[in-house]
């Protein structure tokens, strides 16, 4: 069995198993995981890598990783820590955000990554402004509103973004499709 490949199904079996335990970790947090027990085991065994993988049990790693992320969950003095705060779903900037993508798509003559990659750029914008108020190394770069995120909303719904509009599924939709019926 080539090494690339058990590394990618290791991965892929552990994924699987923290599923089936409700658990959501990011692939690349398994596959580091791995990676540092498969070169553990070869380096205390003094064996090569290749030979380590027949001590790999993707339902044991899923349980030590499951474990780990209760464990820290437990420990933490927030709820929901480690997982991205949600916008409220009438959020104003959210709404422009979102109101933005059907011309994204048709400026950038329907290259979706152009216009995934807009969507994620202003979403950590809003996500950096509105979790990180205080940040000292963002001085100056925030316009009249500064850090603070009340003004910046109020700022956002002076623009009077139509919001119930970009949160139906149907209007958006349309706003992305084109008079053809095909997609911009």
């Given at each position: 069995?080539?090494?690339?490949?058990?590394?990618?199904?290791?991965?892929?079996?552990?994924?699987?198993?923290?599923?089936?335990?409700?658990?959501?970790?990011?692939?690349?947090?398994?596959?580091?995981?791995?990676?540092?027990?498969?070169?553990?085991?070869?380096?205390?065994?003094?064996?090569?890598?290749?030979?380590?993988?027949?001590?790999?049990?993707?339902?044991?790693t899923?349980?030590?990783?499951?474990?780990?992320?209760?464990?820290?969950?437990?420990?933490?003095?927030?709820?929901?820590?480690?997982?991205?705060?949600?916008?409220?779903?009438?959020?104003?900037?959210?709404?422009?955000?979102?109101?933005?993508?059907?011309?994204?798509?048709?400026?950038s003559?329907?290259?979706?990554?152009?216009?995934?990659?807009?969507?994620?750029?202003?979403?950590?914008?809003?996500?950096?402004?509105?979790?990180?108020?205080?940040?000292?190394?963002?001085?100056?770069?925030?316009?009249?509103?500064?850090?603070?995120?009340?003004?910046?909303m109020?700022?956002?719904?002076?623009?009077?973004p139509?919001?119930?509009?970009?949160?139906?599924?149907?209007?958006?939709?349309?706003?992305?499709?084109?008079?053809?019926?095909?997609?911009?």
């Amino acid at each position: 069995m080539p090494a690339r490949w058990a590394f990618k199904e290791a991965v892929a079996q552990t994924l699987a198993e923290l599923a089936h335990r409700g658990v959501t970790l990011a692939p690349a947090t398994v596959a580091d995981t791995i990676e540092k027990q498969i070169t553990t085991v070869s380096e205390r065994l003094g064996i090569q890598v290749r030979s380590a993988w027949r001590y790999f049990d993707a339902s044991v790693t899923a349980d030590r990783l499951a474990q780990s992320v209760a464990s820290y969950e437990e420990s933490s003095s927030e709820k929901g820590v480690g997982q991205a705060p949600m916008p409220p779903i009438d959020n104003p900037e959210l709404a422009l955000v979102l109101a933005g993508v059907p011309d994204s798509l048709a400026q950038s003559g329907g290259d979706l990554y152009a216009v995934i990659m807009n969507v994620a750029v202003n979403a950590w914008m809003a996500g950096h402004i509105h979790g990180e108020d205080g940040c000292a190394g963002c001085e100056g770069s925030r316009g009249d509103v500064g850090h603070d995120w009340e003004a910046r909303m109020r700022m956002i719904s002076e623009l009077q973004p139509n919001i119930t509009k970009w949160f139906d599924r149907d209007v958006w939709t349309a706003g992305c499709v084109g008079e053809t019926g095909e997609r911009l």
